[in-house]
């Protein structure tokens, strides 16, 4: 567990800080941690000093937290959760508590584990690793032993991880990123997170509903700050993990269970056929699926929500040309603005399209109903009064993302 010139916490050190900052008392602490209490003070000072930050304010009545360290706290917990849950996860019955099995895997033995299951032998793990396989070995057989669960087996290429070993690791990778991310959020802390809002939004997704509840919410909160990251769902899943960003505006995916994320529908997305505002079909009533065939497409790649669209609008024939592939709406706009070209866009980005008085949509119903958006969370997120304004601005708005009335001209079908 390291980044580039940085070293990385153990889930030791976590454990011992989340216990210090709950009793806030080294001494109480050492006693439920069954450690001396200068073993308990050396730990804390270890955590701070990897962290860079003072975690902690000592007096005389106590040890409390500071203010990065009230910041950490939360993260911190949310981290030993998803390590306890790992250990929970695996066969056969222990007499010790999970919570306290999980923050015995060493740094070295974690590294060790998910370099295994990634490469699939002991060989290619150590050289990713740089160590030598004897000390692969050893880390990886005091991990089993500790666990008491067989996590890797012989196979005739070599020593590789079990299912269970390749559960735990893929669970303790994701741990291994919150524990990286932790350390960026202390880098990141000069400006306070209750006045702070981070919302990652998936490529193509509604504009329009993030940006009226942005407008709202700095409206009620003018000394706040609202940040937008676009992206595809896997990277911003990996932000939503490492606590980068606060909740995923787009489709709902069902994300894997292990994320321990929580998904809140709020609209289903209609989808819309569109061209150039003065596009010859336009004139015409009823357009069928023969006329639009007689125009090239500008589309995003197989296996979008839009080319889903598409797809339905020719399932019964064959579909026509679909020259230029591109997630880009700017391309797309240029593009359509100077040709007789066609494209399907979701009304939230039709909402967007006729301000800029380039695009229209054409009366066409497209038979497909559409995908749900919605906000994808952290199970346990615990949002400041300005994110929750933000929700509030976000499903109110989501309710004019669904509805249809404005997208299509006058003639629009019924």
């Not at 106590?62 to 959760?81: F, T």
């Not at 019955?93 to 060493?106: D, E, F, H, Q």
């Not at 990652?200 to 407008?215: A, E, F, Q």
């Not at 589309?299 to 230029?324: D, M, Q, T, V, W």
């Amino acid at each position: 567990m390291t980044m580039p010139g940085k070293e990385l916490p153990s889930l030791w050190h976590l454990r011992v800080f989340e216990t210090v900052a709950r009793l806030q008392s080294v001494t109480r602490a050492s006693h439920e941690l069954l450690r001396s209490q200068p073993a308990t003070t050396s730990c804390i000072a270890a955590f701070e000093r990897i962290a860079g930050a003072s975690l902690f304010e000592r007096t005389s009545t106590g040890i409390y937290l500071s203010g990065v360290g009230s910041a950490m706290l939360v993260r911190v917990r949310r981290i030993l959760a998803a390590a306890q849950e790992a250990v929970e996860q695996l066969p056969g019955s222990r007499n010790i508590a999970p919570v306290a099995l999980a923050a015995r895997i060493t740094r070295t033995q974690m590294r060790s584990l998910i370099a295994i299951a990634e490469c699939k032998s002991f060989r290619a793990a150590a050289h990713r690793l740089g160590i030598t396989e004897a000390s692969l070995q050893r880390a990886a057989r005091s991990l089993e032993q500790n666990l008491d669960c067989q996590i890797f087996r012989q196979t005739a290429s070599g020593i590789t991880t079990t299912d269970t070993g390749e559960e735990l690791a893929r669970r303790l990778n994701i741990v291994a990123g919150q524990v990286a991310a932790l350390l960026e959020a202390v880098q990141a802390y000069e400006f306070p997170r209750e006045r702070s809002v981070t919302v990652g939004v998936l490529l193509l997704d509604p504009t329009m509903l993030i940006v009226n509840s942005i407008r709202e919410t700095t409206a009620a909160f003018p000394e706040s700050r609202v940040v937008v990251i676009s992206g595809t769902y896997d990277a911003l899943v990996n932000k939503l993990v490492r606590e980068e960003i606060d909740v995923i505006i787009g489709i709902l995916k069902q994300p894997d269970p292990a994320f321990g994320f929580v998904e809140e529908p709020l609209c289903r997305e209609q989808y819309c056929v569109v061209g150039r505002r003065s596009h010859p079909l336009l004139q015409r009533a009823p357009i069928t699926a023969q006329d639009l065939r007689g125009y090239q497409w500008v589309l995003p790649p197989k296996g979008s929500p839009r080319r889903h669209a598409y797809e339905h609008i020719f399932s019964e024939g064959p579909p026509p040309a679909a020259n230029i592939e591109t997630y880009s709406l700017s391309t797309i706009r240029v593009t359509l603005a100077d040709t007789d070209m066609l494209t399907v866009l979701a009304g939230s980005e039709v909402l967007v399209e006729r301000r800029f008085g380039l695009l229209e949509p054409l009366p066409v119903q497209v038979p497909w109903g559409g995908t749900v958006l919605g906000i994808t969370r952290h199970r346990d997120w615990n949002p400041t009064p300005l994110q929750q304004a933000f929700m509030a601005s976000l499903r109110r708005n989501a309710a004019l993302i669904s509805d249809p009335v404005g997208l299509w001209p006058d003639d629009r079908p019924e």
